[in-house]
């Protein structure tokens, strides 16, 4: 004859497997909860773009073709000009180029008519890299900005040793410093967090662990 477990044992054991799977559920749901501003984060999309090294720029001055050049933004963020010499350009958008070039150009021309342009020929200075349990870790570039997620993707994504719920993006900045932004990689992918996916900066690590 089988054994039987007497009924109070009995539905004591089931009550503690109930409660043993809810506590396990529980701790599932909540393990990977977030808690960042990623509001405060910047969004390099929204505002012109800022020159860095490297970037191949064109100055158009109308009408005055010896003034006009193509020229890249050098390791020491500057760039040089027929008649101006050096100008600071990295850190600063087109547009205050543009006004300063303009600025300094009338001293020498006094044709109200030499309209000064300046646009961005070729991104280069877009760098940023993406380490860890990925299939191709690595330093990337790209003539757009991408976001957390297309960063991941362009390094082939996690790999089966990875934890992509539980990556970073280690950013730097003199405002601000060093900081770790966490990232749940499933979940931005899932359309769960979609403020998790941020635009990568020139410089971010995106880390998965």
């Not at 044992?9 to 393990?31: E, M, Q, R």
Request: charged share 20%; proline share 8%; hydrophobic share 40%.
């Amino acid at each position: 004859m089988s054994a039987r477990p007497l009924p109070r044992f009995a539905a004591l054991i089931t009550a503690l497997g109930a409660l043993s799977g809810l506590t396990l559920a529980s701790g599932c749901a909540t393990s990977h909860k977030i808690a960042y501003d990623y509001a405060s984060e910047p969004d390099p999309r929204k505002q012109e773009y800022q020159l860095g090294v490297s970037d191949l720029v064109r100055v158009n001055v109308w009408k005055n073709p010896d003034l006009s050049v193509e020229t890249i933004v050098r390791p020491d963020g500057t760039i040089s000009l027929p008649l101006l010499g050096d100008l600071k350009a990295a850190g600063r958008a087109p547009g205050q180029l543009r006004e300063e070039i303009a600025q300094k150009l009338s001293t020498f021309v006094k044709d109200d008519t030499a309209t000064v342009t300046v646009s961005v020929v070729a991104v280069n200075s877009y760098r940023f890299v993406v380490s860890g349990n990925v299939e191709r870790p690595g330093a990337f570039t790209a003539n757009h900005f991408v976001t957390v997620s297309e960063a991941i993707a362009l390094a082939g994504g996690p790999n089966r040793f990875g934890s992509p719920e539980d990556a970073v993006v280690i950013r730097s900045d003199a405002t601000r410093g060093t900081r770790r932004i966490p990232v749940d990689y499933p979940s931005i992918l899932a359309g769960r967090h979609p403020e998790q996916d941020l635009p990568i900066l020139t410089g971010d690590n995106v880390y998965v662990p």
